[in-house]
């Protein structure tokens, strides 16, 4: 992928294994300045960062994704937020979608593929015209 510009990028996922594995695609394709979340309240907290993207889990405690999606698009309304669950429930992608999500990725489905094209959405985005 051609790194024209920084692409600051969030991973918030309670799940170890699940935060080192998008971690390890991301670097995959070329995404270097990569934070690591545990928890929502981490992630709200450094969002003077400007993450251009945030990759966040839908199931977290004690702040769960649509609450940390809200104040993301309240404080940041630019940041493009994907969501990424292991449940395959019809509503959460709706309601996330609804709530200002960019995208939406079962966690079983997330692949180096699938992370760049969207990280390609979003460049191509970003270089519009306001």
Known sequence: MNQE???????VDDDPFCLQLFHYHLKNIG???IYLYDNGEDCLNNMALHPD????D???KPLNGFDVLAEIKRMHP???????SGQEEIHVPIIAME???FDYMVKS?????????IIEKIRTI???PH
């Open 31 to 33: 995404i270097r300045d």
């Open 58 to 60: 839908h199931y977290m």
């Open 109 to 117: 489905d997330v692949t180096e593929d699938k992370l760049q094209l």
């Open 53 to 56: 993207l945030v990759l966040l």
């Open 126 to 128: 970003k270089k519009l």
């Open 78 to 84: 630019d940041t493009f937020v994907v969501f990424i």
């Open 99 to 101: 709530n200002g999500a």
């Open 5 to 11: 510009s920084p692409f600051v990028t969030f991973l």
